[in-house]
């Protein structure tokens, strides 16, 4: 498969925004209320309506254009800008993030 289709993926990105927020297909499926299954075939799905993607972007809190514009390149390229060589230890496991990335991803947009 060509790198342009693994972009414009719609299913791919809704499942990659899923997980980013922590939730389950079954969740999600309850939110549509459809089975997990449906929600499974929407994932692997390269295209979606347009109602069902607004419906589904509602429920994960975001637009449906954030849907559309994901990138997880993006993504592990925001979390790449805090890699800290200041010192050993820099990154222990008292510093833990205070914020949903995708948020703050979703600002970017």
Known sequence: MSTTNNINHIGRKIGCIRELRGMKQEALAIE?????????????????????????????????????????????????????NSGAGAFSSHSAFNFNPLDKLIDAY
């Open 32 to 84: 549509l209320g459809v089975s997990q299954q449906t929600v499974s075939n929407i994932e692997r799905s390269s295209t979606i309506e347009a109602e069902l993607l607004a419906q589904i972007a509602k429920i994960l809190g975001v637009t449906p254009e954030a849907i559309e514009n994901f990138s997880e390149e993006a993504v592990f390229n925001y979390f790449n800008s805090f890699h800290d």
